[in-house]
């Protein structure tokens, strides 16, 4: 498995989440990671994206000020903390590795991706 995805759950409005995603060392190094969403009904979304060196971050809008994407390199991991939750953001939330080391919004640009975790916030 190149990427293994975790800590969804069930969460009211206003709590908060952090997800993780553990990854080979070959599909972690140099690369940039992301991480998307598919609601139920609905095409898949780029969320958040961090680059190799973790100097830069992207955000789509509806998340910016709310969710912030770190990696830690030593353990070939990325996590996205999800604060401020919306039942908006309920969705199938996927981490995957850029082919590139600067991430884009754009999937066809991910080499590999994970199983995905489910995220549900009530109202």
């Known amino acids: 498995v190149q990427l293994q995805a975790s800590g969804g759950g069930l969460v009211q409005a206003g709590g908060s989440l952090r997800l993780s995603c553990a990854a080979s060392?070959?599909?972690?190094?140099?690369?940039?990671m992301g991480w998307f969403r598919r609601a139920p009904g609905s095409e898949r979304e780029f969320v958040a994206g961090?680059?190799?060196?973790?100097?830069?971050?992207y955000y789509t809008d509806s998340v910016k000020g709310r969710f912030t994407i770190s990696r830690d390199n030593a353990k070939n991991t990325v996590y996205l903390q999800m604060n401020s939750l919306k039942p908006e953001d309920t969705a199938v939330y996927y981490c995957?590795?850029?082919?590139?080391?600067?991430?884009?919004?754009?999937?066809?640009?991910?080499?590999?991706w994970g199983q995905g975790t489910q995220v549900t916030v009530s109202s």
């Open positions: 961090i680059s190799y060196r973790a100097a830069d971050t």
């Open positions: 060392r070959r599909t972690f190094t140099n690369n940039g």
């Open positions: 995957a590795a850029s082919i590139r080391a600067v991430p884009s919004a754009s999937p066809s640009d991910y080499r590999y």
